[in-house]
């Protein structure tokens, strides 16, 4: 068998056929999700927003509980930040919220709450790549435009027997190209959700399930026997591991130790307990930092319990101390103290959730 030239379909590809047999398929087996009850753009636009790195599965109840708070456009570019990453709490990549916001503020300014059918105007809003562009022109306005993810591109990697490295950008345009050759031009919306539903129930990462396939036919990888072998992939940085203490210290009146951290970079803007560079420090030293930092005396450090938090390329290792205070006078501006209830109220990332515990069980 002739093997897939990078550059163009092979021959023997019926498109035609591929086209009508993954469609049919996905009408007949597709999940029900509550972003697929209408083509609502906007209702589709936050639904691949937080599909970004992050299950269906849990994404489901924090799309409804989002949808339910903020139901429109205008009411998200209302919103106050700190709210709008209250309801995205737990998801991580904070980011994709306020570059969702962000762009939502736009639309409701520059287009009067409609999201652009448009693929250069809808490019250019805050957040919106090549493939969540995409999505939403081919899902919500029914427009042939390709939606390339990960799993399109493992499952094209297949279908079309591509040895291309999908870690590279420029396979990720080729596959872009490919997509737009093969995709159905009379109902996109079903032929870029079927290429998302078969990478996700069908032509998984490892062990594909081959014998369901509804375009096995078409497998250029499977007719090989090379079905597993394939996307081919290079590895990449090894994740880098951070030790940290982190302090629940907490005053006479029971409220605990809390900050903002900063408005760029990682979890930006979302709040935490005071965290401690951990190397090289020792017990005594980590009490002159927190002098140094915070103006408060420790008394005494009781160790709690580790945490594990791992980032796509960093991982924290967090050694959870509660601290007993001597006295002083909180300096940093940053920093405010915070009674339980209003703990719920802020948004922390998960690592700090977890934390969030051991205060809640250290505290009599």
């Known amino acids: ?17 591929f086209q009508l047999d993954l469609m049919t398929w996905f009408q007949r087996e597709k999940r029900d999700l509550p972003w697929r009850k209408d083509r609502d753009p906007y209702k589709i636009w936050v639904s691949e927003i937080m599909l970004q790195q992050t299950r269906v599965d849990t994404v489901i109840p924090y799309f409804n509980r989002f949808i339910s708070r903020f139901p429109t456009p205008e009411a998200l570019a209302g919103a106050d930040e700190q709210e ?4 995205w709490e737990g998801l991580g ?31 250019r809003l805050k957040g919106i790549g ?21 799993n399109v591109m493992r499952v094209l990697s297949r279908i079309l027997y591509v040895e291309e490295d999908i870690a590279k950008a420029s396979t990720k345009k080729l596959f872009e190209k490919l997509a737009r050759e093969v995709i159905s031009h009379d109902d996109p919306s079903s032929f870029n959700q079927g290429l998302m539903e078969l990478g996700a129930l069908i032509c998984t990462p ?11 036919e078409h497998c250029e990888a499977f007719h090989a026997g090379l079905e597993q072998t394939l996307p081919v992939k290079s590895k990449g940085k090894k994740q880098k591991i951070q030790p940290y203490y982190v302090i629940i210290a907490v005053n006479d009146h029971q409220e605990v130790l809390i900050e903002q951290r900063p408005k760029r970079g990682l979890l ?37 319990g580790h945490e594990k938090h791992v980032f796509s390329h960093l991982v924290w290792e967090m050694d959870i101390v509660k601290a007993s205070l001597e006295g002083g006078t909180l300096s940093l501006k940053r920093a405010s103290w915070a009674k339980e209830e209003e703990l719920q109220i802020l948004p922390f990332p998960v690592s700090h959730q977890k934390i969030m515990q051991y205060f809640q069980e250290s505290t009599p």
């Open 268 to 304: 930006a803007g979302l709040y935490q307990f005071p965290m401690a560079p951990a190397e090289k420090r020792d017990i005594a030293q980590l009490k002159n930092w927190f002098l140094n930092e915070y103006g408060l005396r420790i008394n005494h450090l009781e160790l709690l």
């Open 93 to 123: 990549y904070y980011s994709r919220a306020r570059n969702l916001q962000s762009a939502v503020k736009e639309v409701v300014e520059k287009y009067d709450g409609n999201i652009p059918d448009n693929p250069a105007e809808l490019g």
């Open 84 to 87: 709008v990453l209250k309801e």
């Open 206 to 216: 490892k062990n594909p399930q081959c014998m369901l396939c509804p375009v096995q």
């Open 130 to 150: 090549p493939y969540t562009k995409g999505a939403i022109l081919s899902i919500a306005f029914n427009q042939p435009e390709p939606a390339v993810d990960g």
């Open 1 to 17: 068998m002739n093997h897939l030239n990078s550059e163009r379909i092979p021959e023997q590809f019926n498109i035609q056929k």
